[in-house]
């Protein structure tokens, strides 16, 4: 199922993904954020699970923000797999 995300205090404004149970794919960072940063996270995380990607990119932070684009696709993923798990 194809999910979106509306980033919060990142320059990047949308993560749009699939998730196939908890294996994440195509994942696309979306109006904004470092182009380099932004076509290397998405291939280094195609076909992890869920929990991977939150193991090695959670609690990342991009400066004084708090978090980054990184971090922000660990929330995005959690909380599409969350929200699967209700459905089914």
């Known amino acids: 199922m194809e999910y979106s995300y509306e980033t919060q205090n990142t320059c990047s ?8 149970g908890n294996v994440v794919k195509d994942v696309k960072f979306l ?5 380099g940063n932004l076509q290397a996270v998405p291939r280094l995380v195609e076909g992890m699970t869920v929990e991977e990607i939150e193991e090695k990119l959670g609690g990342i932070q991009c ?3 708090g978090t980054s684009c990184a971090d922000q696709l660990v929330q995005a993923v959690k909380k599409a797999y969350n929200e699967s798990k209700n459905i089914a």
Do not use: D
């Open 31 to 35: 109006y904004g954020g470092c182009p």
């Open 63 to 65: 400066g004084y923000r």
């Open 13 to 20: 404004k949308e993560i749009r993904f699939k998730l196939e």
